[in-house]
């Protein structure tokens, strides 16, 4: 048997019909995904200048719902509150790594601050701690929306506006991005980054800025690869063991054991 001949060609015109077919798909996907954000995250997008970010964030709502369902019992007045991304969600000897301090974690892997910024108020919605520490590490990847060190510090004061707002005085930390080998390229730019929000945390009050980089230098200036996983991307334990010993030294100058 013969094959079939196609009826109708396929020739560029079709090529170019059938992208833009999908990408309509996925621009009413992203639209319904931001009709999934609640009535009053859609507000506080429209308030705060954030619409351009809630259809991508609202793909974390679902994680942020499931986060937040345990607020009410969860926390407690002792608690060290961390706020971000993966490197904190994967951080399983978190408690250990962290004592005497006890730790509660809230956080997602992927998070940006202008997701964060969104997603900050139900997070810590009825949720009790005593200090806050946050770490973003994706705004700057390489790719074409990456965050001018401006726009991340904006989003940062959002996120830290809601703390406030729950908490006055509650001391807050921004725990820099970290050199990682597979984002090393990208350095300068999060240098930039790190610069602007340790500025803006130096301009108000309860607010800190712990600095990492040089810890994860070596000699020749480049990430010390021993310190993360395959991905050279996530930290292992040596890695999270360095963290550890940063993070707390700056906390027990604020907030006691």
């Keep these: 048997m013969k094959p079939s001949k196609r009826l109708f060609p396929i020739t560029h015109v079709h090529a170019l019909v059938f992208v833009a077919l999908l990408n309509m798909g996925a621009m009413g996907q992203e639209k319904k995904a931001a009709e999934d954000l609640s009535e ?24 942020v719902d499931r986060l937040s369902e345990n607020n009410a019992t969860e926390g407690s007045d002792s608690d060290i509150l961390c706020l971000g991304s993966s490197s904190f969600r994967l951080w399983k000897s978190i408690n250990q790594d962290m004592a005497p301090y006890k730790m509660l974690r809230r956080a997602y892997g992927g998070a ?96 800190f800025f712990i600095k990492t980089g040089t810890s994860y230098l070596a000699a020749n200036g480049e990430p010390r690869s021993e310190l993360f996983l395959k991905d050279k991307l996530h930290q292992n334990q040596q890695g999270y063991d360095l963290w550890s010993s940063i993070i707390k030294r700056s906390l027990s100058s604020v907030v006691s054991e």
């Design 40 to 63: 009053s995250q859609k507000a506080f997008c429209s308030k705060n200048s954030l619409l351009e970010y809630a259809q991508k964030a609202a793909k974390w709502k679902a994680e």
């Design 112 to 207: 940006k601050y202008c997701d964060l910024a969104i997603f900050t108020p139900k997070l810590i919605d009825g949720l009790k701690y005593r200090a806050v520490l946050i770490f973003v590490g994706n705004d700057i990847t390489g790719s074409d929306i990456d965050k001018t060190p401006g726009e991340i510090v904006r989003l940062a004061n959002l996120v830290i506006a809601s703390i406030r707002s729950q908490k006055p005085t509650v001391p807050v930390f921004l725990i820099a991005i970290t050199p990682t080998p597979s984002r090393f390229k990208f350095w300068p730019k999060i240098q930039e980054a790190n610069q602007a929000l340790e500025a803006f945390a130096t301009g108000q009050p309860n607010t």
